[in-house]
């Protein structure tokens, strides 16, 4: 991801709340990584998502104005709360196999998260954004699909997945996919120990 240049579009800025997993828990997505890519046709049709970019999407936003933006900024420390490790419970093709166009890993959602969740969809409604009518479902995207690629899902285990930061996330629309570029992020408290 990159910091955020100045930005004088007049559309609106596409941009989320997400969760970022520490550096552990992407040692633990490349094991899936490397699982998917033994067979060459499924590493054809694979975009896998590059390590730095993975996220957890808390809150997505079409367009919001520069005013929006920095209010949601200006939240973040609000949000931030000590989040714990969640459990990966599968990998996934999204939004299914007849229209196969992400390659996911399902998430458990302890309360915390689900509750960050809410916390999120709170602060956009007080933001002026409509109300989010998908529910809320925790997973990290892996990678995207090529047209008729259904890749067979790797066996290997679930990694627990640890989250370090809350960000503030633009996703500038490319030939080549979405672009990310920060623009804020704040350090999650650690969880207390058991």
């Known amino acids: 991801?990159?910091?955020?240049?100045?930005?004088?579009?007049?559309?609106?800025?596409r941009c989320f709340l997400?969760?970022?997993?520490?550096?552990?828990?992407?040692?633990?997505?490349?094991?899936i990584r490397d699982?998917?890519?033994?067979?060459?046709?499924?590493?054809?049709?694979?975009?896998?998502?590059?390590?730095?970019?993975?996220?957890?999407?808390?809150?997505?936003?079409?367009?919001?104005?520069?005013?929006q933006v920095e209010y949601l900024k200006h939240m973040l420390p609000m949000l931030a709360c000590a989040m714990?490790?969640?459990?990966?419970?599968?990998?996934?093709?999204?939004p299914n196999r007849a229209c196969p166009r992400l390659l996911v890993l399902e998430l458990d959602a302890?309360?915390?998260?689900?509750?960050?969740?809410?916390e999120c969809e709170?602060?956009?409604?007080?933001?002026?954004?409509?109300?989010?009518?998908?529910?809320?479902?925790?997973h990290l995207t892996l990678a995207r699909l090529r047209p008729g690629c259904i890749p067979e899902m790797p066996s290997v285990p679930m990694p627990p997945?640890?989250?370090?930061?809350?960000?503030?996330i633009a996703s500038d629309l490319q030939a080549t996919g979405a672009r990310y570029r920060s623009l804020a992020s704040i350090a999650l408290p650690a969880p207390a120990k058991t």
Do not use: V, Y
């Open 35 to 67: 699982a998917s890519t033994n067979s060459t046709a499924a590493a054809r049709g694979l975009r896998w998502i590059d390590a730095a970019s993975l996220h957890l999407t808390l809150r997505f936003f079409e367009a919001a104005t520069p005013a």
């Open 84 to 94: 714990p490790a969640t459990t990966g419970r599968r990998c996934a093709i999204w």
């Open 1 to 13: 991801m990159t910091q955020a240049p100045a930005n004088g579009d007049t559309a609106g800025t």
């Open 110 to 118: 302890p309360d915390p998260l689900l509750a960050l969740a809410r």
């Open 122 to 138: 709170a602060l956009a409604q007080k933001a002026g954004f409509n109300p989010e009518p998908r529910a809320f479902k925790a």
């Open 161 to 168: 997945i640890a989250f370090e930061s809350l960000a503030l």
């Open 18 to 31: 997400a969760l970022l997993p520490n550096a552990a828990s992407g040692d633990g997505l490349r094991c």
